[in-house]
């Protein structure tokens, strides 16, 4: 700690070169990200003034359990719309999708299918699904296949699909949900309780540790260096805290008028399992591969033989299933089909993946910066409802935080270099 | 039975829009043996080139390889029949690791078919150290490496892969004079291993001297090939230039190298 002292006393700024030098290394060292962990440091700042502002509402667990259970529609499809960023794209449409597949559910769920039997909710998760699959088929098929612009393609479809989402009933709002499919929305039963909450969460810390110790068997086999244990350890501790905490908080909030706790929301578990799915096709599959190749360099992706359009079609397939998903969650919450379902949705979604570091100008992205960037943007909102900001200047505010984020990867990347 | 050239190209045409861009251009390549291909810009060594490595479809005119007649529509059907391409962008995603480029489109894939990113990371370091050395640090995006070492991901993917045809588009352009000697050096060894190479440049000194044979283009017309042996750089610049062959040498049009 001699550098510390030293600037202490007052020395010319240069000479806390050896100080950056020492977080630079404990970097290294721990493998982390940079960008990631000053996002993460973002958000604790973001979380402390909210609970200062609003007399620690912010922290209690009922308000922390409807932040998550807020986050996850948007971080759903934010983990799709990395890889679409990512690949040099956009999807403007993924709201409208969205709100048209939730319709169609919804109106099957209630009208069509027979009411009561137990194959109605699955049958009609599954029609939103191949909506969803089918729409994005649609929209890839004219990007990739036809050379459309995917800003064109996808603002038309913006367009088209909530057009459908009207036509389906023109206009009526559809309900009520089936009950069981109504724990896909968080609420009252829709979450595992306290006793399952530990098991999942003690399954995720079984996960960390057994991922971090394989590789690094596998790094050690093949001689490469490792990062040293404390390092290795600390990593494995943090995310433990993190783990036990959530679920503590999450059983903490208790159903009204009693003291069962309820545990993780059945749509946080949703998205945990996307997110888990959209890292593993990111990091560790040749589609993953191809899809940051192509936004790299789109002329070397074609050049390596890679089948860049069909790429792009899974790509688009692949948003198209998670809107769908989205509009799963979004009609059993609501506990109805209404048009206004993903109205906006699309500007939140890429929102959360920009300030999730996710580039527009392509080939760098990551599915956790997308998810803690929804986080970041609900978080934000959540306070500001809190604090009774109306919701105008929730607009205008929420906005210039887009500014301020891009602008900050713009300059930090620029001082990388 | 005589030996068949490795490859042939004949009578190749390509036309973008009213561009005829190559026109009726044979050439061929046996194994062993560095073909300078040479050419202004324009002249269509680069378009030739690339009708070989699949990049572009041809509009006429066929491609042997040891004789036989193939079919090349993609960049996948090349490397099929072993034909690398260093281009001379390098072709290399800025934003993935050396690995990652090496296998780009090749990955390799562990048992449950993953990428196996510790297997790649294993190769690459095993074929990058007999390329450079002192490249060690493969683990970061290329985008923040040095043109030299960007060159030997770009080379080192080319060359794993058990070539048997390389084109080497501009290797030396963005190098430094050691940088360009070690690219020298590694020519004739591939070569000592029986590959067959095309080499392809706009300046004849990147060329001369390693080549065996120099094909010269000019507005996408063939203006001769000769071997390096019986003409001389002036004789050579004179046929890029001018378009004009040698009058004292009767050439080897097609006909039998050895």
């Known amino acids: ?83 679409v960023i990512v690949a040099r794209h956009i999807d403007l449409s993924v709201g409208s999708i969205l709100g048209f597949s939730g319709m169609v559910l919804a109106v099957f769920q209630v009208e069509i299918l027979p009411l009561g039997v137990w194959w109605n909710w699955p049958l009609t998760v599954v029609m939103a699904l191949a909506v969803g699959a089918a729409i994005g088929a649609w929209q ?20 088209i699909f909530r057009g459908c989402a009207w036509i389906v009933t023109e206009g009526r709002t559809v309900a009520p949900m089936d009950p069981t499919f109504q724990v896909f929305g968080g609420g009252i039963q829709g979450s595992i309780g306290a006793v399952w909450s530990w098991v999942t969460g003690v399954l995720a810390i079984a996960f960390v540790v057994f991922n971090a110790f394989t590789s690094r068997a596998k790094r050690h086999r093949y001689g490469f260096p490792v990062k040293p ?17 959530f679920v503590m908080v999450m059983n903490a909030y208790t159903l009204p ?53 069909k790429t792009t079609l899974m790509v688009f397939v692949l948003m198209g299933v998670l809107c769908a998903i989205g509009a799963v969650i979004t009609t059993a919450r609501l506990n109805a089909g209404a048009n206004s379902m993903g109205l906006l949705a699309e500007l939140s979604v890429i929102a959360a993946a920009v300030i999730g570091g996710t580039s527009l100008a392509g080939g760098v992205g990551t599915v956790a910066g997308a998810i803690l960037g929804a986080v970041v943007m609900q978080s934000l909102e959540n306070g500001m409802v809190l604090l009774g900001v109306s919701s105008a200047m929730r607009q205008v505010i929420i906005g210039l935080v887009l500014i301020a984020a891009v602008w900050f990867d713009t300059a930090y990347n620029r001082h990388r270099r | 039975m005589s030996t068949a050239p490795l490859v042939e190209m004949r009578d190749i045409h390509k036309r973008f829009g009213g561009v005829h861009a ?113 490249f060690t640090n493969i683990k970061g995006a290329v985008r923040n490496m040095s043109g030299g070492q960007r060159q030997s991901v770009a080379i080192a993917r ?47 000194h990147d060329v001369f001297d390693l080549a065996d044979r120099v094909s010269v283009l000019k507005n996408g017309n063939l203006v001769g090939t000769r071997r390096t042996t019986e003409v001389t750089k002036d004789q050579v610049l004179a046929m890029i230039i001018l378009g004009k062959l040698p009058e004292d040498s009767a050439g080897e049009e097609m006909p039998g190298f050895h």
């Open chain 1, 1 to 83: 700690m001699g550098d510390a002292t030293q600037a202490v006393k007052g020395r010319p700024p240069q000479d806390s070169g050896p100080q950056i030098g020492a977080f630079e290394r404990f970097v290294q060292l721990t493998e982390l990200d940079t960008r990631m962990l000053a996002m993460v440091g973002a958000l604790v700042v973001i979380w402390i003034v909210f609970t200062a502002l609003t007399d620690g509402i912010f922290l209690t667990p009922r308000n922390l359990y409807n932040l998550t259970v807020q986050s996850t529609v948007v971080g759903i499809m934010a983990t799709g719309m990395v890889l």
């Open chain 1, 229 to 245: 244990m404390w390092a290795e350890l600390g990593i494995i501790l943090v995310a433990t805290a993190i783990i036990v905490g």
């Open chain 1, 257 to 309: 008028r009693s003291d069962i706790p309820r545990g993780i929301p059945v749509p946080v578990l949703i998205l945990m399992i996307v997110v888990v799915f959209m890292m593993f096709i990111s990091r560790a599959t040749k589609f993953g591969r191809y899809v940051f190749a192509m936004g790299g360099n789109p002329e070397a992706a074609e050049l390596s033989g890679i089948d860049v359009r």
């Open chain 2, 22 to 134: 190559v026109r009726g251009v044979s050439v061929d390549l046996h194994p062993g043996e560095v073909v300078g291909v040479l050419g202004h810009n324009g002249a269509g060594k680069s378009v030739l080139m690339k009708i070989l490595s699949g990049a572009i479809a041809p509009d006429a005119g066929e491609i042997r390889i040891n004789g036989e007649k193939v079919e090349i529509e993609s960049p996948r059907d090349a490397q099929r029949h072993g034909i690398e391409t260093i281009y001379q962008t390098l072709a290399l995603a800025d934003n993935l690791d050396a690995p990652g480029n090496l296998f780009l489109g090749r990955e390799l894939l562990t048992r449950w078919g993953t990428l196996d990113d510790d297997a790649m990371e294993n190769e690459t370091r095993k074929v990058v150290r007999r390329l450079n050395p002192n």
């Open chain 2, 158 to 204: 080319a060359i794993y892969f058990n070539a048997r045809i390389l084109i080497m588009d501009e290797p030396t352009a963005a190098l430094g004079p050691h940088e360009t000697r070690m690219v020298g050096e590694l020519v004739k060894q591939l070569k000592a291993e029986g590959i067959g190479i095309f080499l392809i440049s706009h300046d004849i």
């Open chain 1, 140 to 159: 890839g098929y004219w990007i990739a296949y036809r050379g459309v612009p995917a800003f064109v393609v996808t603002l038309a479809g913006l367009l």
